[in-house]
C-alpha cells in the first residue's frame, strides 16, 4: 500500500492505521515528517507536482508488487475567489492535484499489476462534484474545485482503462475532516474518516470500478 502526502493530515492517518492493521505501508511526502510514524512505515520523498519526482519513486520501487495506491497529497489555491486568484497558483494546483495522481497511476499501474487488491483510490472532493458540489458549499477556490473535477474524470478514464488489469479506480471524498485543509471547524476527527475511507477501499470491488463515493460508501453525483 502506498500513500501520497503522508507526512500529515488525512495520510498520516490512513499510513498509521494501515500499518496499525498489519499492512505494510509506504509512506511519501515531499519532507521527511517532523514526528517520526510509529509502527513499521517505510517513507519515501515524493513532490506529487514534479513528474521527476514520480519516476524516481517508480525506479525504486522496481517491480515491487503494490496492493493500493492511495493518491491523498494536494493543496488548495492560497488566494481564491474569481478576481483573487493567479492563473500561475492555478495551474500549481491542477498539477498537485489532478496530474500527480494521474502519472503516479500510470507510473505504478505495472506495481499494481502484479499485486494482490489492484486499488487506486483517489482522494477526491464533492466540491469537484458538478451534481452537488455547490449544494451548501460556498467555496469559491477555483483551482481547487476544478481540480477535483478533473480528478474524477481522470479517475473515471482510468478505471475504463485500467479494467483489462483488473484494477479498480475510485474517487472518493473523505467528509468535512478537522485537518490543516479542513480547518477547526470541521465535522469529522481524521480518525474516523481515515476508519471509513479504509472500510470503502478495502471493499472495493472491479463492478463498483470508476465510482465516486463518501467515506460511508454513499454513492456521489459526478
Ligand atoms: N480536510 C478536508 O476537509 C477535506 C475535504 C475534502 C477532500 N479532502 C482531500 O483529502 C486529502 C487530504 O487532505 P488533508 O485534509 O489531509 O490536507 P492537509 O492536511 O493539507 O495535508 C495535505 C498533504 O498533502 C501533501 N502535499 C501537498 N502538496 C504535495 C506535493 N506536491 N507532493 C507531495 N505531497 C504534497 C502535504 O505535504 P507537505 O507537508 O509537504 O505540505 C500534506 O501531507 C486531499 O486530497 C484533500 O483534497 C480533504
Not at 499494481?112 to 458538478?130: E, K
Amino acid at each position: 500500500m502506498l500513500i501520497t502526502g503522508a507526512a500529515r493530515g488525512l495520510g498520516r492517518e490512513l499510513a498509521r492505521q494501515y500499518a496499525q492493521q498489519g499492512w505494510q505501508v509506504i509512506a511519501c511526502g515531499r519532507a521527511h515528517p517532523a514526528q517520526a510514524f510509529e509502527g513499521r512505515i517505510e517513507f519515501h520523498p515524493l513532490d506529487v507536482a514534479d513528474p521527476a519526482s514520480i519516476l524516481d519513486l517508480a525506479t525504486r520501487l522496481g517491480g515491487r508488487p503494490l496492493d493500493v495506491l492511495v493518491n491523498n497529497a494536494a493543496i488548495r489555491s492560497g488566494n481564491p475567489g474569481l478576481y483573487r486568484f493567479a492563473p500561475d497558483e492555478f495551474l500549481k494546483v491542477m498539477r498537485t492535484n489532478t496530474l500527480g495522481p494521474l502519472l503516479l497511476a500510470r507510473a505504478l499501474r505495472p506495481n499494481l499489476v502484479v499485486g494482490r487488491m489492484g486499488v487506486i483510490a483517489n482522494i477526491g472532493s464533492r466540491a469537484g462534484s458538478m451534481a452537488e458540489g455547490l449544494i451548501d458549499d460556498y467555496d469559491d477556490d477555483y483551482a481547487y474545485r476544478c481540480s477535483k473535477a478533473a480528478l474524477n474524470m481522470a479517475s473515471a478514464q482510468l478505471a475504463q482503462d485500467l479494467r483489462v488489469d483488473g484494477i479498480t479506480v475510485l474517487s472518493l471524498h473523505p467528509g468535512w475532516v478537522k485537518t490543516d485543509m479542513g480547518g477547526d471547524q470541521a465535522v469529522l476527527a481524521v480518525e474516523d474518516s481515515a476508519r471509513g475511507l479504509r472500510m470503502v477501499i478495502d471493499s472495493a470491488t472491479i463492478e463498483n470500478s470508476g465510482s465516486f463515493q463518501t467515506l460511508d460508501g454513499t454513492h456521489i453525483g459526478w
